[in-house]
């Protein structure tokens, strides 16, 4: 048995030498040459591979130097389901391979001896004391990079080539919980037999078609679809809470677009930007979820409550979050106008709420002053209470944080097909919409309801959920 797996291994592209640890790191690793081109230490570190395709390749990976292995495993699994929820749909093929083979393959795998894993690697290329080969990931090509003075080259990896490290990643930490240890010859071995039968292209492939851009900090956003179509936007003079802001006029979206379901979380705008400046990210603000991790842009670490809305961001800060998304993603993502805002938030309803006229059921689908504790909490597809959403499947379009609008503050708008108010007014008021964690008034929470943020500052209670248009 021992013989036809190295067999096949060999067969589908992995030498023995790369089996017995030569070129292969022995499992993760750095080593250093001294200037007699003699091994002088080697680095050992559980998951170092994965640390260093997050530090030097700005994957947007978690930094777990404050867990313990389960810890990482855990961890690595939520990353692993929230990149994508078809995601394991594509990959149960692969699983189901794997577990057809297992009886076979685990059968060989004990009779591998696993000092094979711990021979020292050779020296490697040493001259002046640098260290001119490593590998980032050690069970297939993608991790194979040249590097100079210990820096890697970020133009020797592609993009699909980033986004196909990080899904090597996932999966090998998803069959190292449930094959074996850190150390496990098993769990290595069903990785590479996995992955040595995949050609580059395939695995390119999958990973654009399920996740799309996943490198260098462009997060996993749900969208649905709002089909175009009028409504009575603003609210009727005997609306109780109605301001004077808020006259009634029929309005024509004309094109489909698409909004997010969520507002934009922490981590995704820290994936983005490196950076997380919203004031509610401590400990203490998301006990069950806080996390630190290291940013990509500054090498900083940063506090992060992940799942929560960013806030504390000002509109010119919201845009260059955009700007950043589009250059990354290739898309066209944006602010929504008002009208595409009161139109989505709505749903099809043209009572006060999205769910009709009586306050006392808004507790059930937002966060306030009544149920916030002076806080913002996780967005409402993630949370398990007052999370219900819209007829549209959208969250938090009440309460939580407010959200910026595209349009400047008209007090008297009169456009009725597409509108958006765009006075090219210096300093002029943004209109931000759904009301906020702080508002004690469930009337502040009217699909109607408008407010407006001078856009050059940002508050702990704005934050913005963004569209992308179909055309």
Not at 167 to 188: C, K, P, Q, T, W
Not at 312 to 331: E, H, R
Not at 332 to 357: I, Q
Request: proline share 3%; charged share 25%.
């Amino acid at each position: 048995m021992k013989r036809l797996l190295l067999s096949s291994m060999m067969a589908a592209g992995m030498t023995l030498s790369a089996i017995a640890g030569e070129g292969a790191g022995n499992g993760g690793g750095a080593w250093v040459c001294q200037n007699d081109d003699q091994l002088k230490t080697i680095r050992w570190a559980k998951l170092v591979d994965l640390y260093e395709a997050e530090k030097e390749f700005q994957l947007p990976l978690k930094s777990f130097g404050n867990h313990n292995f389960h810890e990482i495993i855990d961890i690595q699994k939520v990353r692993l389901f929230s990149l994508n929820k078809n995601l394991y749909e594509v990959l149960t093929s692969y699983f189901e391979d794997v577990e057809s083979n297992l009886r076979e393959i685990d059968a060989d795998l004990e009779l591998i001896d696993d000092s094979l894993y711990r021979v020292r690697p050779p020296v490697r290329d040493c001259l002046d004391g640098e260290v001119k080969y490593i590998q980032v990931a050690n069970y297939t090509h993608y991790g194979s990079v040249l590097i100079n003075k210990y820096q890697f080259n970020n133009e020797k990896f592609s993009e699909i080539d980033k986004a196909a490290l990080m899904f090597h990643e996932a999966i090998y930490a998803y069959l190292r919980d449930r094959y074996g240890d850190s150390d496990s010859v098993r769990a290595r071995e069903i990785v590479g037999y996995l992955f040595s039968n995949l050609k580059d292209v395939e695995i390119s492939e999958k990973i654009e078609e399920v996740i799309g851009y996943v490198a260098g900090g462009a997060p996993s956003m749900e969208f649905v679809k709002i089909p175009a179509g009028s409504f009575t936007m603003g609210s009727p003079s005997d609306e109780k809470g109605r301001d004077n802001d808020e006259q009634q006029r029929y309005v024509t979206i004309t094109r489909d677009f698409e909004m997010m379901t969520t507002e934009v979380t922490q981590s995704m705008y820290f994936e983005v930007t490196g950076k997380n400046p919203s004031y509610f990210k401590k400990q203490e603000h998301c006990p069950d979820s806080f996390e630190t991790r290291v940013s990509h842009i500054t090498g900083d670490t940063e506090p992060l409550c992940p799942n929560n809305p960013v806030e504390y961001v000002s509109y010119y800060d919201v845009q260059s979050f955009i700007s950043s998304l589009n250059a990354k993603t290739g898309m066209s993502y944006r602010l929504p106008t008002e009208a595409e805002w009161e139109y989505a938030a709505r749903a099809g309803s043209g009572a006060a709420y999205s769910f009709g006229d009586l306050a006392e059921y808004l507790s059930e689908h937002a966060i306030y002053e009544k149920n916030s504790e002076g806080r913002t909490h996780e967005v409402g597809s993630i949370r398990t209470y007052s999370n219900l959403p819209n007829a549209f499947g959208l969250y938090d379009t009440h309460g939580n944080v407010w959200e910026y609008t595209l349009d400047l503050y008209v007090e008297k708008p009169k456009d009725v097909v597409d509108p958006l108010s765009q006075r090219s007014v210096f300093g002029s008021p943004r209109v931000i919409r759904g009301g906020g964690w702080g508002n004690n008034s469930a009337n502040d929470l009217r699909s109607a309801n408008r407010s407006l943020n001078w856009g050059g500052f940002g508050t702990r209670d704005i934050g913005f959920r963004l569209v992308r248009s179909l055309e």
